[in-house]
């Protein structure tokens, strides 16, 4: 007996090559932290060791990948879509869709640590790259800041579809006044990789300085941020084209509103005679 369970171990141990693998992966993280040694496979085989108990993670690591095409692009992937892969789990598909969105928030709240000014656009893009980094769908986000240009906070506003996000000014206008905003900055993405601002952009820019202005509080800029680039309104001096454009527009409206009426006698008075 003690020699036909000697035989099936060594038979066991034959057939799975990666008998011990999982201790020996532990093993080299903790020699590496930053995981620099480690390929990008690795990092997903022993991802799926928490979703996926007593079972070789090594193929299906391999098989996520070949999937998506890349590391990266497994981690942004939804739960659904990382179920369609044959033997991964919920539980490892809900683990893995969580680790982008952990990291983004981790960085997020680490840089509000300390009191953030956004006074030139690098502080600007620095604060903001965090909440759009890997993003699919397009979102936008208002930053208010106080009469100093320190962050109060960063709310979203809208998400959309990979290349469309739609939204109401008065939500903008709400979330900043709540927020107890002087200043805000407007940022959202192009998931598609080009910074140049569409035509829709230069409205919703125009929409919202006039929106804002309405109640006290100025848009200082407007900036579209891709994986590597961004574009702002305020450096390229379109934030001050669209500016004008508005008060021309307010004027005009103001000279509208002048009332004429008819006094008890006949004559037609306007309120420019008082």
Known sequence: MGKNNLLNSRNSAKKNPHTGRR???FDKHFEDPKMTALQPHEILEMLLYH???????NILAHDLIDAFGSLGDVLVASPHELRKVAGLTQRAASLISMIMPLARRAEIEYNHKETVYLLRLSDAVAYL???????????????SLDINERVIAGDWLSRGLPGFAVLDTRDAVEVAFRRRASKAIL???????????????DMLTKNMFSALKGVGIELLDHIILTATEEFSYRQMGRLDELANTVEEVLESRKISERRTYRTPEGSLINNDDY
């Open 129 to 143: 790259r965090p909440y759009f980094s890997c993003r699919k769908d397009e979102m936008v986000l208002l930053v």
């Open 187 to 201: 940022a959202h993405n192009h998931p598609a990789g080009s910074n140049k601002p569409s035509s829709s952009d």
């Open 23 to 25: 201790q020996r992966m």
């Open 51 to 57: 979703g996926t108990p007593y079972k070789d993670t």
